[in-house]
Structures are given as C-alpha cells and as structure tokens.
C-alpha cells in the first residue's frame, strides 16, 4: 500500500508595498498606471474624441504656419516668376489726362421735368478732373505729404489675424502691362450740365458731408469708422469706405472729397498686403467700386487698380471644382474656405459674375469672366433645387449643394436672384437660360415663400425649412420690390410689378411700425389676428439695424419706374429717422441695437462702408426727378450699388453707346437650353 502523501507546508506571508515619494499619512494612494492600459480602458467613443481633438490642433498649426508664410512666395513655397505668373500682376498705364477742372462745381440747368415709362439711352457726358489728370504729380506729392488730420502710418491686423505692415512706398505695382494701351472706354457717363441738387438731395449730401467727416478725421485710409468712440475698425485693411464712396462722391457733386479721396487711391491703395479677403464681399465693393468709378470719371487710375485687384482675387477659383473658395489672401496667392467648413454660400459664389464680365470687357482678358461664367453654368445644372430656389450652401470640392431644403430670400441666397436678372440686362437680354432661371426662381417665391400678414394683409416672404413654413423676413429681402421692378420695366410679366409693389408696401410697415422708423434686420409675421397686435413682431436678438440700403433701393427703383411720388415720402422719412437716432454729432452715423426704443436705440458704435457706398447713394437718386441721372436703360447696379453700363449691341474693343429704342418683351416658359 502506498502511503497518502503528506500535505505541503502552507506558507503564510505579507506583501509589503514601499513609497518613497508620498508620506503614510492615511490619505489614499494614487496608483500609478501605464499610458496605454489608460488608453485601453477607455470606450471607443472617448478615444475617438480625442483622437479629433489632436487631428484639430494639427490642422490649426498648419493653418497658422501657412498664415505666417512669405507674402512674396507663390503657393508651394515657389516663387511666382516660377509659377508661370508674373508677382505682380499686370497693370495698365497711368492716367491720361481729362478735360474738367476739379476744383469747379457744374453749372447746372433747370430742372428737367419728370419722365417716366421705358426710354431710350440718354445723351450722357462727364469727364475726368482736369487737375487730376493734368496735375498728377503736384497731388501725388501732397498725398504722400498726408492729408490734413490723416494719422500716421501704423501696423494694424486683419479680421483673420494676419499682420498687415504698411507699405514703406506709394508707387503702383512695378511690372507694367505688356499689351498696348488702352484707350479709355467712351462710357455713358453723367451729364456734365446737371440740374442743380433739390432740397431733399441737399439734405442727403449734407448726411454724406457728415459721415465723411467723421471717417476723415477718425478711421483715414482704414476700412470703417467707429464713430461713437472716435477710432476705426479693420476688415481687409483697404480703405474699404474709401472705395466704396467714390462713385457716390462723383454722383453727389462733391468734387473736393473726392479729389482728395482718389489721392489715396494713387499713393496709398496697395494690394500687396499678406492678408485674408472675403472673394464676394471684396469683390461687390472694391472691385466694383473701382469699375464704377472708372466709368463715370474715365480715369484710367481706378481700371489699373480694378485689374491689379481682379488678377490678386483668381486664386480663389482653383478648385476641383470650380465653385470659388470664399477666401483669398492678395499677397501670397493662396486661397481656402472657412476653417469651420468647406462649403461657400450660394449668393456668394452667385453674385460676382457682374464684376468680372465687366473686367474682362475692359481689359481684353477673358480668364475673369471664364470663371465667373463657369459658376454660374454649374450651379444651373445642379440638383436639389426647388421650383427654382436654391439652397443656401454648395461644396467648393463636389460642387454639390449641402444643407438642402432650406430656402430663403434672406441672407446666403438673396443675390443670386438679383444677379441672375442683372445678368441678363447686362448682356443685352441675350442669355435666356439666366432669364428662365429667374422666373422660374420667382414663381418658386410665388408658391412655396409668398404668404399674408394679419391683420393688415401685408404680402411677405417668409422661408422654407425641410417642407415648414416660417414666417421670417429678413430685411435683405426688400431688394426684392426694385429686382421685380426691374424686371417687369425689361418686358417679364406685369404682375412682378403688381407684386414688387406689394412687397414695398411691406418693406416700408417694416420701417414705420418700429418706434424709431427703422426696420430691425429680421421681422416676423403675424399668421393668425390677435387683439392689439400689429403684423410686425421683432424678437430681441434681431431688433438691430446696420444701416441698410435694402429698403430704400427699392423705392428708388420703384420711383423712377412709376413716377409715383409716395416712395420719395417713404424714403425721405427713413432718412428723417436716421437723422435722428443714428447720427453721432463728432462725425459719422452708427448702426443701434435697439429700433423699439427711440429714447435709448443704443448705438453699436460702427458705420459700415455701404451706407456711404449704397444708402445715400439710393436716397440721392431716390430723390432726383431726373430719370436721365444713371438711367435704368443706360446702366445695371451691382449688389453694392456701384453702376456698371449696360453692354453695347457691338463689341468693338470699346464700349459704345447704348442704343435707343422699345426693349423686346421676353416670353415667359423655358427658352433652349444652350448658353449664347
């Protein structure tokens, strides 16, 4: 028998654990684990968030390295000689020189009597300042002196953060343009021999002598004037106000202003600035200002800055495809969207083709109004529309509309309905596809964004979001009233203009329902009728008004296309209510924040450019009973209010005048769809 083994010793022991960084005090041990038993234990949700986090602190370090880069390197690291593209682009000649004298106000004759109805061009004739032709070097030399009040130079930084030096010269950009001069174009240009300013004009002049004022003294040669605190804000770091105002300087008379302001121009507008722009904002106000202005004055100056700028601003277009990034730097080359996406707005990408047709046209070079056109073929045949409205956000990689079924007429889709007619005038009513779009766009509007107020029945329209109605007007909607206008006077349907008239009557409730007669940027509509409540009703975070041009646009349209004089009442009210609770006594107009509280609006302590470049442009014209001053048949403002002529019948290398006669009506239904 074997005998049962006998068991093994049992062997008590005690772990003992040592610390020699932390005290036995009775606390509790913190126990130290390895980098990636943490990393495992955690769940797969938490490790993909931090995994994102880092991914976006990499893209933020290389967006900051690329903000940071030589502005005088082509993208890549290469320079631009290498590239095949010259570092400055191409420039035209200096100025030639003109027949008029600065320093004198015209003459003017009676006032001529009220015209309306459809007309043919009129005899228009203005030339250039003769002393700033003639004396070119005399004021050069007493801007680069600096103006009376003008601050020394400083270095200032952009809205996305990049530092802008000032220029250490004045001179234009080096490298001239090696095609031959160019003649100046002979442009309709306003009557030299004008009917002296009325009393309500004069009042609008008196409104733009004091915001001038205040920008001339406090925020010289910067982007806008902050006119409560008496100091000056930076978008792009070009003079934005300055170029904004120029044409509405020429159109109001005020010679010396504006003899003062194209010597900046001269000497102190430089485009090659390592700095971020906005494509659409830059180019519906610098752009166009600058053609506008070539065209009414004929000063070859302002052209050679339009191609300098156009040439800085194609970077913007090289994408997969072809939808233009919404930012490029003017210096380096290099364009991109917002950080935060990879979408561009739809009236954006939409509403630059104006601009670029026209410079192509001046210039000779076609690539500007190749790639305008180029957007404007692809968002034609895109999808996802509905009855002719149009998303408000497209993809610059896909070139495909994101966000969808959201419409609106308000902001991030407006313009691309206006330029789409405007277009279409342009060219001489020759692109049926631009005008087909647009009135299928506008019997969308009918069915789908076209409701009534209660109790008054005010016609307005509201938005669409995923099949549900909201009634929210923005009032960049009331460019709507003066687009239909336009339209119907170019022989679309005659109920646009029973609807634009509609949609003014609205436009105006929203101004004078307010306390202090100024609309608020967004309203909303009354659906269903309560005791005691008006059809406007304004939500706190939209009560704010910046200044807008939107309503009285329309009046002026409406105005000069009726004759009826109650739009010059409504308008001169609103210029009444902007005396009144915007205007800053040292100087300038701000916008406020408050519209339902006439004792205490509470400014917001900025002027934006466009209300001396678009609101007392309009009300000057608003104002005028001379239809021949800018005439519809003559000209077509940008979204910006800077007029562009019409194109002439022949391209013969120069602008001709436009020629009279009935404009063709335009049959409505689908024309074929080809591009002419």
């Known amino acids: 028998m074997y005998a049962p083994a006998s068991p093994a010793p049992r062997r008590d022991f005690i772990s003992v654990t040592l610390s020699l960084d932390q005290s036995d005090d009775g606390s509790k041990t913190r126990r130290r684990r390895s980098c990636w038993r943490t990393w495992k234990q955690l769940s797969r949700l938490q490790r993909n968030v931090i995994l994102l986090f880092l991914a976006f602190l990499l893209c933020c370090g290389l967006l900051s390295y690329l903000s940071v880069a030589d502005p005088w390197t082509a993208p890549h690291g290469r320079p631009a000689e290498e590239k095949g593209r010259p570092a400055h682009p191409p420039v035209l000649p200096a100025p030639r020189k003109a027949d008029a004298d600065l320093g004198q106000g015209p003459r003017p004759p009676p006032q001529k009597p009220q015209r309306h109805g459809r007309r043919g061009p009129p005899d228009l004739q203005i030339r250039a300042p003769r002393r700033v032709a003639e004396d070119g070097r005399r004021t050069d030399q007493a801007a680069e002196e600096g103006l009376q009040g003008e601050s020394p130079p400083r270095t200032v930084v952009s809205w996305r953060g990049a530092v802008i030096e000032p220029e250490p010269g004045t001179e234009a950009p080096s490298r001239k343009a090696e095609a031959p001069d160019r003649p100046s174009p002979q442009a309709p240009r306003i009557q030299n021999q004008r009917a002296?300013?009325?009393?309500?004009?004069?009042?609008?002049?008196?409104?733009?002598?004091?915001?001038?004022?205040?920008?001339?003294?406090?925020?010289?040669?910067?982007?806008?004037?902050?006119?409560?605190?008496?100091?000056?804000?930076?978008?792009?770091?070009?003079?934005?106000?300055?170029?904004?105002?120029?044409?509405?300087?020429?159109?109001?008379?005020?010679?010396?202003?504006?003899?003062?302001?194209?010597?900046?121009?001269?000497?102190?507008?430089?485009?090659?600035?390592?700095?971020?722009v906005n494509l659409f904002e830059s180019t519906i106000r610098i752009l166009g200002g600058l053609l506008s202005t070539y065209h009414l004055t004929g000063d070859a100056l302002f052209l050679q800055k339009a191609e300098d700028f156009g040439n800085r601003l194609m970077p913007a277009f090289r994408t997969p495809s072809k939808i233009p990034y919404s930012d490029v730097n003017i210096g380096t080359g290099v364009a991109h969207p917002p950080w935060w996406t990879s979408d561009s707005t739809v009236a954006e990408v939409t509403s630059i083709q104006l601009e670029f047709r026209e410079l192509s046209r001046l210039t000779g070079d076609n690539k500007f109004q190749e790639a305008a056109e180029e957007v404007t073929r692809r968002v034609h045949d895109l999808s996802g529309k509905k009855d002719g409205l149009v998303p408000m956000f497209i993809n610059t990689h896909s070139g495909l509309f994101t966000h969808g079924g959201v419409f609106t007429l308000g902001a991030r889709a407006d313009s691309y309905y206006e330029y789409l007619l405007k277009q279409w005038?342009?060219?001489?009513?020759?692109?049926?596809?631009?005008?087909?779009?647009?009135?299928?766009?506008?019997?969308?509007?009918?069915?789908?964004?076209?409701?009534?107020?209660?109790?008054?029945?005010?016609?307005?329209?509201?938005?669409?979001?995923?099949?549900?109605?909201?009634?929210?007007?923005?009032?960049?909607?009331?460019?709507?009233?003066?687009?239909?206008?336009?339209?119907?006077?170019?022989?679309?349907?005659?109920?646009?203009?029973?609807?634009?008239?509609?949609?003014?009557?609205?436009?105006?409730?929203?101004?004078?329902?307010?306390?202090t007669g100024l609309s608020p940027e967004i309203a909303h509509f009354s659906l269903h009728a309560q005791k005691d409540q008006k059809d406007v009703q304004v939500k706190p975070a939209d009560r704010h008004n910046l200044l807008r041009p939107e309503t009285v646009e329309s009046l002026f349209y409406l105005y000069r296309l009726t004759g009826d004089r109650k739009y010059q009442d409504w308008g001169w009210e609103i210029l009444q209510s902007f005396n009144t609770y915007t205007r800053v006594p040292s100087g300038g107009y701000s916008s406020i924040s408050n519209v339902q509280d006439p004792h205490n609006p509470q400014p917001r302590d900025k002027m934006e450019s466009f209300f001396l470049g678009e609101t007392l442009k309009y009300l000057f014209l608003l104002f005028s009973d001379d239809t021949d001053l800018l005439s519809l048949d003559a000209y077509v403002f940008n979204t910006e209010a800077h007029p562009l002529p019409i194109w002439a019948p022949a391209r013969t290398g120069l602008l001709e005048e436009v020629t009279g006669g009935p404009v063709p009506s335009a049959r409505r239904g689908r024309g074929r769809r080809v591009w002419t």
């Open 425 to 515: 005038i342009q060219g001489r009513r020759q692109d049926a596809r631009l005008r087909d779009d647009y009135l299928e766009a506008i019997e969308g509007v009918r069915r789908h964004l076209l409701h009534r107020s209660e109790p008054s029945k005010l016609t307005f329209v509201g938005e669409l979001a995923h099949g549900r109605f909201s009634a929210k007007m923005d009032h960049l909607v009331c460019f709507l009233p003066g687009t239909l206008a336009l339209g119907a006077h170019y022989g679309l349907p005659t109920d646009h203009m029973e609807l634009a008239r509609a949609l003014m009557e609205t436009c105006y409730q929203m101004n004078r329902q307010m306390a």
């Open 196 to 276: 002296a300013p009325n009393e309500r004009q004069r009042a609008v002049i008196d409104a733009f002598r004091h915001a001038w004022a205040g920008y001339r003294k406090f925020a010289w040669g910067h982007d806008e004037l902050k006119p409560v605190s008496k100091s000056f804000s930076e978008w792009f770091g070009l003079g934005l106000t300055l170029v904004d105002a120029l044409d509405t300087m020429w159109i109001l008379g005020l010679k010396k202003e504006f003899g003062e302001a194209r010597r900046w121009v001269s000497t102190k507008l430089q485009f090659q600035k390592d700095v971020d």
